[in-house]
T-cell receptor, first 115, second 117 residues
């Protein structure tokens, strides 16, 4: 059982380039998330999805787009990378239990550097 | 609105000493509470969770936490730490879904634990 898998693990981009980060989960979870982690700022939610075909903005959505065409995949796109997007990106998924959202399962992270 | 506050950004502790990491939350509805650990250059791993039942929750690696509804706290403790417990610890909360809320998973800012010999 692979859990949550992120690709790539590392990437260096030049300012203005675009890229897509892929997140795949094999646990049939309804909810998926993209976070960024920066020193001293904890985890900040970029975008999330509560089901296939639906996405919503989190705390820091500017400069990012997402898509969830299949339940198991959640893609994060950077259309025109900026140095401020240098960060470690984490994908996570969780499942619904009744009226409650439960614990999240995390990928290993993608370390992105924009130069 | 829901929020999570971790009261200490960094906690230095000597090996074999006890440690307590403080977490307070605010929510107007029922909550689930979690503690995660992040070792250097790794993803987040669940330490323990409170969903319902006993307010004292035991997790992996000898950690435990106590849910205190009246004080809206969920503090994490370990009676004797090891060097390998050096990591960042995150408290998180989700709340009951309503027509206005999807039960967002909210994280605290994290507490860095540094264990020294």
């Amino acid at each position: 059982n692979a859990g949550v898998t992120q690709t790539p693990k590392f990437r260096v981009l030049k300012t203005g380039q675009s890229m897509t980060l892929l997140c795949a989960q094999d646990m049939n979870h309804e909810y998926m998330y993209w976070y960024r982690q920066d020193p001293g700022m904890g985890l900040r939610l970029i975008h999330y999805s509560v089901g296939e075909g639906t996405t919503a903005k989190g705390e820091v959505p500017d400069g990012y787009n997402v898509s969830r065409l299949k339940k198991q995949n959640f893609l994060l796109g950077l259309e025109s990378a900026a140095p401020s997007q240098t960060s470690v990106y984490f994908c996570a998924s969780s499942y619904r239990q009744g009226f409650m959202n439960t614990e999240a399962f995390f990928g290993q992270g993608t370390r992105l550097t924009v130069v | 609105a829901q929020s999570v506050t971790q009261l200490d950004s960094q906690v230095p502790v000597f090996e074999e000493a006890p440690v307590e990491l403080r977490c307070n939350y605010s929510s107007s509805v029922s909550v689930y509470l979690f503690w995660y650990v992040q070792y250097p250059n790794q993803g987040l791993q669940l330490l323990l969770k409170y969903l319902s039942g006993s307010t004292l929750v035991k997790g992996i690696n000898g950690f435990e936490a106590e849910f205190n509804k009246s004080q809206t706290s969920f503090h994490l403790r370990k009676p004797s730490v090891h060097i390998s417990d050096t990591a960042e610890y995150f408290c998180a909360v989700t709340s009951r879904m309503t027509t206005d809320s999807w039960g967002k998973l909210q994280f605290g800012a994290g507490t860095q634990v540094v264990v020294t010999p």
